[in-house]
């Protein structure tokens, strides 16, 4: 397994204070496409670049606008960059994207399903196509009080995907918790419910528990996301495991609408996060 950890100022630090740490590569972008690019210069100067054009304008596989689902010139670029193995992309399923089931969004409605499945399918085959790449499926994290639908986060819903588009499987398992939490059930069924037969990367990173109720937050990772890392571990054997601390600011916007301090790019904290993971790999 190789280890790749998100691009941020504290890890160029890092690697500064020790160019022989065993980081395999560096996932961009952490910021927004085009100004991301920056990213990509100079983390080419440390190590692999893997990309996750996850992002609107790039790869956005159920945006209703064709401009904004899939960007083939931008990801040319990624590609030509950073020469991938594979390109991934959310799995999201936004309620902007399909306002006419509205009502919908917490139902397992069948003609909610075909119609998403239609456009996804046909942007994965779009993306494969173009590129001639393998494309990985990530799974979005649903909240009941978020504005996507909660099909998409469903696990029978995600393995049908990767399995008729014939998709790799990327597993975020922050998403997975908030997921399951919000469905009702143990994550660790939840998790035994995904692809994991198809999977190639896992994400790693913290949440918290909020007013709202859980959330992912790409915070620290505690006890029971390195219990959760291992169960997946005797499940299956990803080809990449991503630290998703680091990169973005230390600030979250709250569901009212309000920015409140939170720390997500502290060098103490990313240390111990890679020394932890890298120990469990090497295990295997």
């Keep these: 397994m190789k280890l790749a950890v998100n691009y941020s100022d ?49 790869i956005s596989l159920g945006h209703p606008s064709s401009e904004e689902r899939y960007n083939r010139e931008i990801v040319a670029k990624i590609i030509d960059l950073t020469n991938p193995a594979y390109l991934s992309t959310h799995l999201e399923a936004k309620l902007d994207f399909f306002p006419s089931f509205e009502r919908e969004q917490h139902q397992f409605h069948p003609g909610l399903k075909k119609t ?26 649903y909240y009941s009080w978020w504005r996507h639908f909660k099909i998409g986060s469903d696990p029978a819903f995600i393995a049908e995907l990767c399995e008729v588009g014939d998709c790799h499987f990327l597993l975020d398992i922050a998403h997975a918790r908030c997921s399951a939490w919000y469905f009702g059930i143990p994550v660790e069924q939840y998790l035994e419910m995904l692809p994991l037969q198809r999977l ?12 709202e109720g859980i959330r992912d937050t790409h915070t620290k990772l505690t006890d029971e996301d390195y219990q959760l890392f291992n169960f997946v571990l005797e499940k299956t054997k990803p080809e990449i495991v991503t630290i998703e601390y680091g990169g973005l600011p230390d600030w979250i ?28 790999i090497n295990d295997e």
């Design 10 to 58: 504290t890890l160029i630090d890092l690697l500064n204070e020790n160019p022989e740490l065993p980081v395999d590569f560096i996932k961009v972008p952490t910021k927004p496409f085009p100004d991301s690019f920056s990213q990509f210069d100079k983390g080419l100067s440390y190590r692999r670049l893997l990309p996750h054009p996850a992002q609107p304008g790039v």
């Design 116 to 141: 998403l499945s239609c456009r996804f399918l046909e942007s994965i085959k779009l993306v494969k196509e173009t590129t001639g790449l393998p494309l990985a499926l990530e799974n979005f994290p």
């Design 200 to 211: 190639v990367e896992i994400h790693l990173a913290g949440v918290d528990y909020r007013a």
């Design 253 to 280: 916007l709250n569901q009212g609408g309000s920015y409140e301090p939170i720390r997500r790019n502290d060098a103490l904290e990313l240390k111990e996060i890679i020394g932890q993971i890298l120990t469990m």
